[in-house]
């Protein structure tokens, strides 16, 4: 059974940068699709990125254009998330995920392909 735990969230200030972690256990081969999503008020799950079956990291829309970053091992034992310049639309519970499902660039941020997901951490951006 694949076990998630995030950590790192917490209160942070407008202008920061976000950092949290997502320790996976239960991983039996390293083409595991793992990825975070954030539930923020009032807004549908959204995918933030993730690495995929062959080991590709993506970005969703939300962190392009140098607003975060993702980091991963092909162990698929953690993955990270970075998030520049922070706003309070950041703010939100933030999930990571993971499925053995063979996903790829098209569909690794579809929230309907996991299988497993983490209790979430709460971010809350100051104004």
């Known amino acids: 059974q694949v076990h998630l735990v995030e950590s790192g969230g917490g209160s942070v200030p407008a202008g920061g940068t976000l950092k949290l972690s997502c320790s996976v256990s239960g991983v039996t081969s390293s083409t595991y699709s793992i990825v975070w999503f954030r539930q923020a008020p009032g807004n549908e799950l959204e995918g933030l990125g993730g690495?995929?079956?062959?080991?590709?990291?993506?970005l969703g829309d939300s962190l392009q254009k140098g607003r975060g970053a993702i980091g991963g091992n092909c162990a698929r034992t953690s993955l990270y998330l970075q998030v520049n310049r922070l706003t309070p639309e950041d703010t939100g519970v933030y999930f990571c995920?993971?499925?053995?499902?063979?996903?790829?660039?098209?569909?690794?941020?579809?929230?309907?392909?996991?299988?497993?997901w983490g209790q979430g951490t709460q971010v809350t951006v100051g104004s």
């Open positions: 995920a993971a499925t053995p499902s063979r996903l790829w660039p098209w569909n690794i941020l579809q929230q309907e392909q996991y299988s497993s």
């Open positions: 690495i995929t079956t062959d080991g590709t990291l993506i």
